[in-house]
């Protein structure tokens, strides 16, 4: 099955600056990678997502980019706020454990603190 | 908001008793999962339903057992549980499975605690 590494664990930065949080994954079919965010006492909610025939997207202060190749994959959020101190998890949708249909794979999840 | 719409919001229960928990979507979506979350950990796939039937189980204990009696409804029937059970279930859904997966939609969870 697929297996999705994140780095890093705890990130905190001042506002205004930038934050990049990195993801390897290791099944090679994988087709499919979003970012969540979870907030305090909530599920988590989609952010962005690139597909495998893209290689970078953006939405405003939000951008993912996907390196097939070496199968990771970055989100990086630009002049952060402290609205975006959440925490943030990469995900990567591959095969099941029986190999039968696709799943999503969830990585460890990085901890943004945005500073004052 | 989210659009999909879980309870109870909270669960106490013994290890002898039985409980369920109820997952709704008025989206049209056919997919729906059940996701486990311990604290400070991502979730993990439990079930996923696809059409009204289940498509994935990912080796889940039968003490919990899932039910989507029509598109719009996905239960989670737990019995003799054990305290290490005790997580954030997370209910979701999406316009399909596997290639038309799309978006998921996440509810807010069923915060449960097995004594």
């Known amino acids: 099955g697929e297996n999705v590494e994140q780095h890093p664990s705890t990130l905190s930065v001042q506002e205004g600056d930038s934050a990049v949080i990195k993801c390897t994954y290791s099944?090679?079919?994988?087709?499919?990678f979003p970012w969540y965010k979870q907030e305090l006492g909530k599920g988590p909610q989609l952010i962005i997502d690139?597909?495998?025939?893209?290689g970078e997207k953006k939405d405003q202060r939000i951008a993912v980019t996907l390196n097939k190749t070496a199968k990771h994959f970055s989100l990086h959020i630009t002049e952060t706020q402290p609205e975006d101190s959440a925490v943030y998890f990469c995900a990567a949708r591959g095969r099941s454990l029986t190999g039968t249909a696709s799943k999503l794979t969830f990585g460890t999840g990085t901890r943004l603190q945005v500073t004052l | 908001d989210t659009e999909v719409t879980q309870t109870p919001k909270h669960l106490v229960m013994g290890m002898t008793n039985k409980k369920s928990l109820k997952c709704e979507q008025h989206?049209?979506?056919?997919?729906m999962y059940w996701f486990k979350q311990k604290a400070k950990k991502p979730p993990e796939l439990m079930f996923v339903?696809?059409?009204?039937?289940?498509?994935i189980n990912e080796s889940v204990p039968s003490r919990f057992s899932p039910e989507c009696p029509n598109s719009s409804l996905l239960n989670l029937h737990l019995h003799a549980l054990q305290p290490e059970d005790s997580a954030l279930y997370l209910c979701?859904?999406?316009?399909?499975?596997?290639?038309?997966?799309?978006?998921?939609?996440f509810g807010e969870g069923s915060r449960l605690t097995v004594l």
């Open positions: 989206m049209g979506h056919r997919a």
């Open positions: 690139i597909r495998s025939n893209v």
């Open positions: 339903y696809s059409y009204e039937k289940l498509s």
């Open positions: 979701a859904s999406s316009q399909g499975q596997g290639a038309n997966t799309g978006e998921l939609f």
């Open positions: 099944d090679s079919a994988s087709n499919y």
